[in-house]
T-cell receptor
Framework: RKEVEQDPGPFNVPEGATVAFNCTYS??????FFWYRQDCRKEPKLLMS???SGNEDGRFTAQLNRASQYISLLIRDSKLSDSATYLC????????FGAGTRLTVKP | SQTIHQWPATLVQPVGSPLSLECTVE??????LYWYRQAAGRGLQLLFY??????ISSEVPQNLSASRPQDRQFILSSKKLLLSDSGFYLC???????????FGNGTRLTVT
């Protein structure tokens, strides 16, 4: 079993749609969690950290469920510019990435 | 503010040739440093992780090595490149335990 697993995608949604990504992790001792965004042929950029109580940044909401060992990312009112690959990251010593979920938002 | 520099941006090397990629971080001390590789259309594979000078954890690579000769310098090397070493190499750092990773711009390596 991989340490960090994500929805394989791809997700193709119309503008304005709400889309959710999930990510599970195998090590219960994991310490911190993040969502990154990666555009084609670019380095990943931090989208948001994920806190135990859940957190929101504009149209983006991240949640952590330690009991079930998963994190989620919700994007509301999708924009064309949200098209990218979304990567979840889990830290337990080092930082491990999920394989990423490709999102395409269409007009 | 902290910045991370990685070079070169692109590299084309023949099979069997050596490799040296360098990464430096400015504006912080004792960073945790990482090398990742991303094959085309794939996720990020952790190659090396370092918590301090001379302290390097290796994950997968058989013909790659890493060194940390100074606190904010991280070098990825190979004596003989394989075709399968082609990919996008990313250096990254983070500070305190709960802080996120910050990436360099990456090196796109093509082994021919």
């Amino acid at each position: 079993r991989k340490e960090v697993e994500q929805d394989p995608g791809p997700f193709n949604v119309p503008e304005g749609a709400t889309v959710a990504f999930n990510c599970t992790y195998s090590n219960s001792a994991s310490q911190s969690f993040f969502w990154y965004r990666q555009d084609c042929r670019k380095e990943p950029k931090l989208l948001m950290s994920v806190y135990s109580s859940g957190n929101e940044d504009g149209r983006f909401t991240a949640q952590l469920n330690r009991a079930s060992q998963y994190i989620s990312l919700l994007i509301r009112d999708s924009k064309l510019s949200d098209s990218a690959t979304y990567l979840c990251v889990v830290k337990r010593g080092d930082m491990r990435f999920g394989a990423g979920t490709r999102l395409t938002v269409k007009p | 503010s902290q910045t991370i520099h990685q070079w070169p941006a692109t590299l084309v090397q023949p099979v069997g040739s050596p490799l040296s990629l360098e990464c430096t971080v400015e504006g912080t001390s004792n960073p945790n440093l990482y090398w990742y590789r991303q094959a085309a259309g794939r996720g990020l594979q952790l190659l090396f992780y370092s918590v301090g000078i001379g302290q390097i954890s290796s994950e997968v690579p058989q013909n790659l090595s890493a060194s940390r000769p100074q606190d904010r310098q991280f070098i990825l090397s190979s004596k003989k490149l394989l075709l399968s070493d082609s990919g996008f190499y990313l250096c990254a750092w983070h500070g305190q335990t709960y802080s996120p990773l910050h990436f360099g711009n990456g090196t796109r390596l093509t082994v021919t």
